[in-house]
């Protein structure tokens, strides 16, 4: 008779919960990390332009040039600042799908450790049961010898 954990389906549902809940909480990673190098980009792209608006300031220009140079500056600023405030929504999503995942590898887990302790006594039981018919075999040859 093979071995049979009774709760096998349980626990092929709490390994696709925790499953599920682990790919989500990679998406978030993925797009905090996303956000994270698009706000870098955006610093690197304003400190570009503040410095060729200082290199552009040494020479006459005109003011429509000067004003367009700046209003992108200030776009790319805007940006930024709903990329940060993106990031602060990510960070408590990343919070919350953390605790969701923990509590379903603990739920998981759990499972496993109950399908694991019931394999060992299953196993030990087999061995017993072998090795008791081993001996009576090895008793019936004594007698009748």
Partial sequence: MAFRFSLATVL???????KREELAL???LM???RTRKEIQEIT?????????????ML???PASHVQDMLSDTDAAAERKKKLIESLAVLEREHQAQTRKYQAAH????????????????YDQ???????????DIFAARLHRS
């Fill in 12 to 18: 092929l549902f709490r390994q696709s919960v925790e």
């Fill in 26 to 28: 990679q998406k978030i």
């Fill in 31 to 33: 797009e905090m990390a």
């Fill in 44 to 56: 690197t792209a304003i400190a570009a332009a503040h410095a060729a608006r200082n290199q552009a």
């Fill in 59 to 61: 020479n006459p220009l």
């Fill in 106 to 121: 603990r739920d998981r887990q759990m499972l496993s450790d109950m399908q694991s302790r019931q394999r060992e006594a």
């Fill in 125 to 135: 039981e087999r061995a017993r049961a072998t090795q008791k018919f081993l001996d």
